[in-house]
């Protein structure tokens, strides 16, 4: 047994310092960013939020919305659409805002080779979600799947060490997702103990991943739009976003009214809810079980989006940074999280 001492912090624990500025306006923020993966080559240029691959959130109806109001964020798709209706959405949308998913199950790999088969070249960007980002048989996969899509953008995980993201770099990873429990509907910390405080993952994941040409996606925890400026703070290249997306029109989920408030069901992608949905297929998605909740309903997601890139725009604003590429270098983190827990009431 050995404890580590160092501190290790979450977004609750920091705020961002403001610094001098010369900028007008947030308009004048730039929040799209430019990368050039590091396996498949290909570029990307667009605002690097992306939501994430559950039922809820990673939808179709969330890409179109994306593409039809101009958010140049990108879709994550959950991995049950049938293949039909995956070969459908993909002739008909602009498959630049959105990452087609798979898990580590030979049914999701056949599918997606299957629609390479019959649709070749509409795919350009890959997300492999498992349960356990620690496992050599994760690591061995991937290498079979990048020898698969040699010029596909992989983004693999999760992970929350620096060791574990340059492993799969190596790999063959362009885009290391990191984040084990701090999801809103996760419930890993709680069952198996597990876990490592988001900001501090972001911080040594990110450092690790630049070293090696590599990005990484900050997954989880993000409840308010001042997180996801701390994660880009902290050097995340993309931030995922479950809860915060979850409870729109665009949900593809029933609207339920109790006691005159809506409300729509969200749940985690291993939860009972999302098991009995697809059957044995999401057993292996994460170590352990989520959770159920019901959201309150939203309504369009494009007003929410508006908000949180308003709110991104804004912290760049205070600290500076005339474009969200300067923000991780203008960021300062105060720690705070005596006050803050005061403020919120939290323990
Ligand atoms: P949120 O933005 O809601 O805080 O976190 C979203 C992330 O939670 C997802 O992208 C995924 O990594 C994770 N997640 C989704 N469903 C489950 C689940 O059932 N169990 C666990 N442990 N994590 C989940």
């Not at 898990?103 to 890959?126: A, C, S, T």
């Amino acid at each position: 047994m050995r404890i580590e001492e160092s501190i290790k912090l979450d977004f609750k624990d920091v705020l961002i310092r403001p610094k001098r500025s010369t900028m007008a306006s947030r308009k004048d923020v730039d929040i799209t960013r430019e990368y050039e993966f590091k396996w498949s080559g290909r570029k990307y240029n667009g605002v690097p939020i992306i939501a994430a691959n559950m039922d809820g959130v990673g939808t179709f109806d969330m890409a179109k919305s994306f593409i039809d109001n101009d958010i140049k964020a990108s879709v994550a798709l959950h991995k049950h659409y049938p293949l039909e209706e995956l070969v459908k959405f993909f002739d008909e949308n602009d498959p630049a805002s959105v990452w087609y998913s798979i898990g580590m199950v030979k049914n999701d790999q056949d599918k997606m080779l299957e629609f390479i088969k019959q649709r070749p070249n509409k795919i350009d960007k890959i997300c492999l979600d498992v349960a356990n980002g620690y496992s050599e048989h994760f690591v061995e996969f991937v290498k079979t799947v990048r020898e698969q899509v040699p010029d596909i953008t992989i983004m693999a995980g999760n992970v929350v060490t620096g060791e574990m993201v340059e492993e799969l770099i190596l790999a063959g990873v362009d885009v290391v997702k990191v984040g084990i429990g701090p999801g809103s509907v996760c419930t890993t910390r709680k069952m198996t103990g597990v876990g490592y405080p988001q900001l501090s993952a972001i911080i040594e994941c990110a450092d690790a991943a630049h070293g090696l040409g590599g990005l990484i996606c900050a997954d989880g925890g993000c409840t308010i739009p001042g997180d996801i400026s701390k994660a880009f703070g902290a050097g995340a290249d993309f931030v995922m976003l479950g809860g915060m997306l979850a409870g729109h029109d665009q949900s593809e989920q029933e609207v339920v009214e109790k006691d005159g408030e809506k409300f729509v069901r969200f749940y985690g992608m291993s939860s009972d809810t999302a098991m009995t949905k697809h059957k044995g297929g999401v057993a292996e998605y994460r170590a352990s079980e989520g959770k159920t909740v019901d959201v309150p309903y939203k309504g369009d997601v494009s007003a929410t989006m508006q908000d949180i890139l308003g709110g991104i725009r804004s912290t760049c604003t205070y600290v500076g940074a005339r474009s969200l590429k300067e923000l991780s270098k203008r960021t300062t983190f105060i720690r705070v999280s005596q006050q803050i827990n005061e403020i919120f009431g939290k323990s």
